[in-house]
């Protein structure tokens, strides 16, 4: 059976595009649920600007609060050397840094081009220096929504500058939901074929409804790893139009039910998703956590036992 491998990024990517402050307490709760799930790795906050994003300011509480299960990895968004000094300082378990391979995106959500965050992400592995080990998250790796096409050839050289710098893994970052299935086939196999001692992830957005159909094809390319978002929260506040993030409970039960090991407490799980529209005030995308899973079954009529 063929293990896969999930990160899920609620409490980073799904709760920093929604409007109303998340109490600390909430999110601290919410971890450590998911820690009790089975997953290889939670994405716990960012040591972003509080600024740039108001709602993770509580990321050193939150990484001094939770409840470190072991097995999971702990890992938080940095996008620069500041970011870098308060995750270790945070004892996360991995650093996962951050640039587009958009010019324009990049620009947009950092604040500076390609080749600074390059430079500065240089940086930033040389200061780690093998203190943890470091994931580079390439936002709108499958198209931008300002640029349109970002060619795959940008993807792989970015990829190779980072692998070359020794990075333990890259996660491939379809920032919204501009990716479809042929697209994701040619990339996971490109990239397998040229970094095959790199960690590979693929993070993929709902927007366009084609999360899943991404997931089946990635899996289909022998990828193990998923970014996944309880309740199909989430979106990047800097990319006009973005939206949910695959949902990790609808996305674990469809490879579950393919026969895949995700290592996942399913109702356990779905415990979590079904409390998660209480926590930010309103009805959240993920479809299983509402039908139950396809071995929930409902009792039958009564009136077709006169019909027997
Ligand atoms: N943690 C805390 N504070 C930080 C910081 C960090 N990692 N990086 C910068 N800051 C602070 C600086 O201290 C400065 O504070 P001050 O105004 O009180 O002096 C302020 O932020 C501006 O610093 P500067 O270096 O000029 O950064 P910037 O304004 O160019 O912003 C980023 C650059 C990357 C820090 C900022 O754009 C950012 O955090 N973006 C978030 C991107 C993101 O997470 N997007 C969603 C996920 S894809
Ligand atoms: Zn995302």
Redesign the pocket.
Known sequence: MTRIYFNDVVT??GF?IEPYFIPTEDKIKLIDGLSECGFAKIEVT????????PM?RDAEEVMGKIKRVPGVEYTV???????AE?ALESRADELNL?M?TSETHNLA????TREKSFAGLAEVIRYVDGRAPINV?L?TCFGCPMEGEVPQSVVEEFAQRFVDLGVRGLTI?D?TGMANPKQVTSMAQSLQDKFPQTELTMHFHNTRGMGLANVLAAVQANIVRFDGSLGGLGG????PGASGNISSEDAIHMLDAMGYDTGINIPKLLVLARELPQIVGHAVPGQVAKAGRTCDLHPAPEYINELK
């Open positions: 980073r990517d920093q960012s040591f972003t600007s509080p600024k740039a994003i993770l968004l940095v996008p620069n050397l500041r970011g308060r951050v587009s959500n950092l604040r500076m998250s936002s970052c920032t990047c506040p800097y990319a």
